[in-house]
């Protein structure tokens, strides 16, 4: 079984649902009618040589390029309820997945979701992350490349306490905890 849009906007926020840290108020764009868009974060990192960026502008990615990205929500998930995200369709229709193999997401995590992102085209592609100045004003319209998708949870006695989130996770960076040092 897999939540609606009534039974996701009657979980946020719930002790036995699910819901954002940074976010009081989830925005009803976000809500589809069984799952929830989520928006790009500015912070981007390449596994393979380590670099991290904040961007201030759309970010491109190189033709065939891969990079880690992550969700600007940060969110938290009761051992009531397990998650799957996945490439929304418009992404993959441009030749962008974000989302290749690490798209599950156990009961009681808590964190920022991080993204694989792929550029599959011969062309770059610019992503266009939330981008906000010095002064808190929104410069770039963030676009969301990804949904999230809530599914019930029986019988959970062990929460998610890994290493990448948990219910003792804060705010801090879920993609320098994946990148090895």
């Given at each position: 079984m897999i939540l609606g849009n009534e039974a996701i906007i009657k979980a946020f926020?719930?002790?036995?649902?699910?819901?954002?840290?940074n976010a009081s108020v989830l925005e009803k764009k976000?809500?589809?009618?069984?799952?929830?868009?989520?928006?790009?974060?500015s912070w981007f990192t390449c596994p393979v040589n380590k670099t991290v960026w904040n961007v201030r502008e759309p970010?491109?990615?190189?033709?065939?390029?891969?990079?880690?990205?992550?969700?600007?929500?940060?969110l938290w998930l009761s051992q009531f309820l397990a998650a799957q995200v996945s490439t929304r369709s418009s992404a993959m229709r441009d030749g962008i997945d974000v989302c290749m193999s690490a798209g599950?997401?156990?009961?009681?995590y808590s964190g920022k979701i991080t993204l694989?992102?792929?550029?599959?085209?011969e062309v770059p592609f610019i992503l266009n992350p939330l981008v906000v100045n010095d002064y808190g004003i929104l410069q770039y319209e963030n676009q969301s490349y990804c949904q999230i998708k809530f599914f019930p949870v029986m019988g959970c006695t062990e929460p998610y306490?890994?290493?990448?989130?948990?219910?003792?996770?804060?705010?801090?960076?879920?993609?320098?905890k994946g990148v090895e040092k």
């Open positions: 926020n719930s002790p036995t649902g699910w819901g954002f840290n976000q809500v589809q009618p069984a799952s929830v868009d989520l928006r790009l974060d970010f491109v990615l190189k033709p065939q390029g891969f990079i880690l990205g992550r969700t600007l929500e940060s599950w997401v156990d009961p009681g694989e992102i792929t550029n599959h085209t306490k890994g290493k990448y989130g948990g219910p003792q996770q804060d705010e801090s960076d879920m993609i320098s």
